[in-house]
């Protein structure tokens, strides 16, 4: 009788793999056939008298009508309204930022740092303050620390004076500005500001 061994060594030689003869790879492999060549044996339909119409061009769009004065007016009126909800009620006659020492606005008013740069505000609305207020801090910023900012009473406009409340509150909330406080008698009393910068980095 045959060993388990015996019987298993023609399956064993079935399951050996063939063996893989390399494949010559020519010297001067011939090139491919262009696309002319290849479609030499294509030929062209011929015309079947028909004409073919251009595709209508699209509708040209209409522009956007440019905003007309009226539509201007009622658009910084609407903007207005909506900058006086987030108006502050009461005017701060000073400010410090968390953190600054309690002496800070002692030093401010009393001149410790040297004034820089100044800027006057008279005449404009509050989108004009707050466009030049925002570039003036900005730019003075590079030069000292101390800025003078003119923003007036308000005693010639209509209604409840705007911009001090306005700038007052801008400058309480702009991250550069560590404090503020109201200029002397002699320097424009509540109608001028004096701002304390942080310094560039």
């Known amino acids: 009788m045959k060993s388990l061994k015996d ?15 390399p494949v010559a790879v020519a010297a001067n492999p011939e090139p491919e056939p262009d696309f002319p060549t290849l479609m030499r044996h294509v030929l062209p339909l011929k015309p079947d008298g ?19 004065s009226q539509g201007e007016a009622e658009h910084n009126n609407l903007f207005a309204q909506m900058l006086g909800w987030f108006e502050p009620a009461e005017v701060e006659h000073q400010h410090r ?32 303050a707050h466009e030049r207020l925002a570039l003036f801090l900005h730019r003075s910023r590079q030069v000292g620390q101390c800025v003078r900012i003119i923003h007036g009473k308000g005693l010639s406009s209509r209604g409840e004076p705007v911009l001090p409340k306005m700038v007052r509150a801008w400058l309480s909330h702009h991250p550069d500005v560590l404090a503020f406080c109201e200029t002397a008698s002699h320097q424009g009393g509540s109608g001028a500001v004096l701002a304390l910068l942080k310094r560039p980095k």
């Not at 930022?97 to 001149?111: D, H, I, V």
């Open 7 to 21: 019987q298993l060594k023609p399956i064993k030689a079935q399951a050996r793999p063939a063996r893989v003869l």
């Open 97 to 128: 930022s968390p953190g600054m020492p309690s002496g800070t606005l002692r030093k401010l008013r009393g001149g410790h740092w040297p004034v820089c740069a100044e800027l006057d505000l008279h005449g404009l609305d509050r989108f004009e």
């Open 50 to 68: 028909r004409v073919q119409h251009p595709l209508p061009r699209p509708k040209p769009r209409r522009l956007r009508q440019p905003v007309t």
